[in-house]
């Protein structure tokens, strides 16, 4: 059998790379390298919000978090007062877990009950007089920076403006000003940290690129640090997942973003409408839905974009045994939604809250110890049942992580479970 001997230059006694080859490899992929650091530089390592809340502007008031937490232990306590009654709600086993997890959903309900809403002045504000409107997005200004400034803002929250076509861009643009420039004033010469911006019904990657302009001008003129707004991009056409050309526009639409883009919203009554689906059929798992979530899915993968899923209409409202059944809907979606990784959806009442935390704490609580352990078992290279790789170790770390953003594990426990602290996570999960 033939040796070939290596030295600290590589192979030697016989055929090899010429130092030419290397460097013409290195000139023709640096290009390549760059291009792959920009357009997929991964998650962004901060915490995603379960949920978007939207809140009509002229409805939005300086309460309007808290009334929400009052109205779904409302809800919860006379619908779903114990696990049991929840069990009997939701059809699932009355166990131990159910148990923990009700108790967790209503500490969460009293402390956190909304970590993400957003003020709506598009469809649920509907056209107004341009004076009532402007007077709504300095007031929805202002009440921010005061919740900001209090300490009871969630963690996040901005406003939904109206889309860039023609007959309602230029209303969009004055109020998107309007409330930026008063934010700022109001907030001490700095936006809040937890600020997010949504841009509705999108059709042409030319209309994302607009707003680019626009916030690129405000920040320049505000002195703020170029690319410190940014904005979600709201999927409810189908122009925005085909284009004319037979092309994926989302992807496009990310790219138009200039890095800009927090997240793609998956607007589902808007979107199904668009394809023609009847009213009685449009919903989050309709095929229609999981076509365009899946181009959503693929165009974002890599890219630090979020995705979040869209909402029912149907309201947790009535008899108790009509709050069970939207409650049940509700709550099976949001476990479909998560387990196609989509980690985030609107809800439209407090009652829908409930629900929302019961499906999620019970998808982070139920999976704890099996992800505990195989994460473990990689990182002490113990093997085990499974053989897993470097990415389903950043999956399990992401999993264990999102889990913690919202409450449904506590950070002892997972220590507890992996020998890992947070520090550790984020590192294993690329953050």
């Known amino acids: 059998m033939s040796q070939v001997e290596v030295d600290g230059n590589g192979p030697t006694g016989g055929a090899s790379f010429s130092a030419a080859a290397r460097a ?33 502007a002229d409805a939005f008031a300086a309460d309007t978090v808290r009334e929400w937490g009052r109205q779904a232990l409302e809800a919860f306590d006379t619908h779903a007062g114990t696990p049991a009654e929840l069990a009997r709600a939701l059809g699932v086993a009355d166990d131990e877990l159910l148990a923990d997890v009700h108790a967790r959903v209503r500490a969460k309900l009293e402390r956190e009950p909304v970590e993400d809403l957003r003020i709506d002045f598009e469809d649920g504000y509907g056209p107004r007089p341009d004076a009532e409107e402007d007077a709504a997005a300095v007031r929805a200004a202002e009440l921010v920076a005061a919740a900001v ?83 979600e991009i709201q999927i409810e056409t189908t122009q925005a997942i085909l284009g004319p050309d037979g092309r994926a526009t989302v992807a496009r639409m990310i790219e138009a973003a200039e890095g800009r883009a927090t997240g793609l919203h998956y607007g589902t009554f808007d979107y199904s409408a668009s394809c023609g689906v009847s009213a009685a059929h449009q919903s989050m798992d309709h095929p229609v839905a999981d076509h365009a979530k899946a181009v959503m899915q693929v165009a974002a993968a890599g890219t630090g974009v979020r995705l979040s899923d869209g909402s029912t209409n149907v309201i947790p409202t009535g008899s108790t045994d009509q709050v069970h059944a939207a409650w049940k809907l509700h709550h099976d979606l949001v476990r479909r939604s998560l387990a196609r990784a989509y980690y985030q959806g609107w809800d439209m009442h407090p009652a829908h809250l409930p ?46 992580l999102r889990g913690l953003d919202c409450g449904a594990v506590d ?19 690329g953050r």
């Open 355 to 400: 629900t929302r935390y019961v499906a999620v704490y019970s998808f982070y609580r139920e999976g704890l110890a099996a992800a505990a352990a195989r994460l473990a078992a990689y990182v002490a290279k113990a093997g085990g049942d499974v053989m897993d790789e470097p990415a389903t170790a950043r999956a399990l770390s992401g999993y264990l």
């Open 149 to 231: 400034a209090e300490g009871a803002a969630p963690p996040y929250l901005g406003i939904r403006i109206k889309c860039m076509e023609a007959a309602v861009r230029d209303r969009g643009i004055r109020t998107l000003e309007l409330f930026l420039a008063t934010l700022l004033a109001s907030g001490g010469g700095g936006l809040p940290d937890g600020l997010v911006l949504t841009l509705p019904k999108v059709t042409y990657a030319e209309q994302v690129t607009a707003l680019v302009r626009l916030l690129e001008d405000f920040e320049r003129r505000a002195g703020l640090p170029a690319g410190r707004i940014g904005f």
């Open 24 to 56: 013409a490899v290195e000139a023709l992929l640096a290009p390549v390298d760059a291009d792959l650091a920009r357009r997929y530089p991964g998650d962004t390592g901060t915490r995603q919000p379960v949920h978007t809340v939207y809140v009509p």
């Open 411 to 429: 950070p002892a426990e997972v220590t507890a479970l992996t020998g890992l602290d947070r520090a550790r996570l984020d590192a294993l999960a």
